[in-house]
């Protein structure tokens, strides 16, 4: 059964402290891994897709990498405005299913 | 603009009646998904459709119905059997990546 863990459930950091987010998966054939930031009572709105283990993309202050069993969400130097919750999803090639995890609640202090 | 439109926003049913959501995009998308998303909860699927007149049950299908007659329309009813409807419901289309609505939040009162 396809399947993503996302951890920590909960991260506080202080502004400017660097850390990351993890998404483990397993799935019958990755078609795509995406990455979504949800701001409290909101849609998601889209952060990246990765395809291939090895695979890096940038945003701003946000780095995402996969490998064949899971992701990461590196944040550097983050804002407050960056505090959200962070989900990752995964997209099955063999049902076309979209699966999410439980998201990561991330708190910046100023 | 493009995008997905879903209504209403908030919407307030008492126990034993059925409640329609609208989801509407503009989008050009043939793949359209529902989610459901409890407090502290990330999306669970409930219902799919990769093209007109055809979808598949998510992993909480039970006690939802749906239906694809339009490209630009994926409505989802909850029904009386649906034990616990409480929710926050996402509508999504998919064309590489997931463009979201910005929900409806349903209580049953």
């Known amino acids: 059964e396809d399947q993503v863990t996302q951890s920590p459930e909960a991260l506080r950091l202080q502004e400017g402290e660097s850390s990351s987010l993890n998404c483990s998966y397993t799935v019958s054939g990755l078609r795509g891994l995406f990455w979504y930031r949800q701001d409290p009572g909101k849609g998601p709105e889209f952060l990246f897709t990765?395809?291939?283990a090895g695979e890096e993309k940038e945003k701003e202050r946000l780095k995402a990498t996969l490998t064949k069993k899971e992701s990461f969400l590196h944040i550097t130097a983050p804002k407050p405005e960056d505090s959200a919750t962070y989900l990752c999803a995964v997209h099955s090639n063999r049902d076309d299913k979209i699966i999410f995890g439980k998201g990561t609640r991330l708190h910046i202090l100023p | 603009d493009g995008g997905i439109t879903q209504s209403p926003k908030y919407l307030f049913r008492k126990e034993g009646q059925n409640v329609t959501l609208s989801c509407e995009q503009n989008?050009?998308?043939?793949?359209m998904y529902w989610y459901r998303q409890d407090p502290g909860q990330g999306l669970r699927l409930i219902y799919y459709?990769?093209?007109?007149?055809?979808?598949q049950k998510g992993d909480i299908a039970e006690g939802y119905s749906v239906s694809r007659e339009k490209k630009e329309s994926f409505p989802l009813t909850v029904t009386s059997a649906q034990k616990n409807p409480t929710a926050f419901y996402l509508c999504a289309s998919e064309s590489g990546e997931l463009f979201f609505g910005e929900g409806s939040r349903l209580t049953v009162l």
């Open positions: 990765l395809y291939s």
């Open positions: 459709s990769q093209i007109v007149n055809d979808f």
């Open positions: 989008l050009n998308h043939d793949a």
